[in-house]
């Protein structure tokens, strides 16, 4: 049965839209054309941070958003950034009994955005909090520990096989692959789509009933 689930961030829960926008305009890039290069290396299995580096050669991620923090333009999300599907959804699966954590590759300020965000959720985490990455399966043993139920009971909610479906599986638990973002669209043809995902799912208002299904025949 399934006690827990657990959500990614990016693309999961939060439209990063404004975000890479934000990126594209800090590198002084066309929108349009930043989108273009990042979904290009994701089609070609590379890390989305190569994108970067197609601009900027030698780009350091870390050492530029500490400069966006200084310049007054961080990074930021807000209420308005969160798909419409996420708060209903949280909360429904609260009200059937479901332990509901979030956790995600995020800085410690994008975890400070979250908590301030007050989601229906038991645990709001990120790897920077835990000093460990997707898709380190030390990500997920963190996410088990964290979490009031054994691997098998626990679902993990992403976009992405390389990053969440696949070291979560290797790591036990058992996940739902949603078809929304950058990744969500680009590796939805992958076999490993509906060979290693428990569930897929266009939204995740589809959750609590599927959920609730698996629970019963598991009865």
């Known amino acids: 049965m399934i006690r827990a689930v657990v959500f990614d961030v990016g693309e999961c829960l939060v439209d990063e839209t404004r975000e890479y926008g934000t990126w594209a305009d800090w590198l002084g890039v066309p929108r349009h054309t930043f989108a273009a290069v990042f979904g290009a290396v994701i089609a070609q299995g590379r890390d989305y941070r190569e ?7 030698g780009f350091d991620l870390t050492a530029e958003r500490e400069r966006r923090a200084q310049a007054g333009k961080p990074e930021w999300f807000g209420e308005d950034d969160l798909y419409p599907d996420v708060r209903p959804t949280l909360s429904a699966l609260r009200a059937a009994g ?15 955005l979250l908590r301030g965000l007050d989601l229906p959720a038991d645990l709001i985490a990120t790897s920077d909090d835990w000093g460990a990455s997707k898709p380190d399966v030390a990500f997920f043993e963190h996410v088990i520990q964290a979490t009031p139920a054994r691997p098998k009971e626990i679902l993990y909610v992403g976009d992405r096989l390389d990053n969440d479906i696949r070291p979560a599986a290797e790591a036990g638990l058992l996940t739902a692959l949603i078809r929304r973002g950058p990744w969500g669209t680009i590796q939805q043809n992958d076999p490993d789509a509906d060979a290693v995902a428990t569930m897929r799912i266009d939204s995740l208002a589809e959750l ?3 959920i609730a299904k698996l629970n019963a025949e598991g009865r």
């Open 208 to 210: 609590p009933d599927l």
């Open 51 to 57: 994108t970067f580096q197609v601009f900027r050669p």
């Open 98 to 112: 479901l332990w509901v954590g979030v956790a995600g590759n995020q800085t410690v300020r994008a975890g400070g």
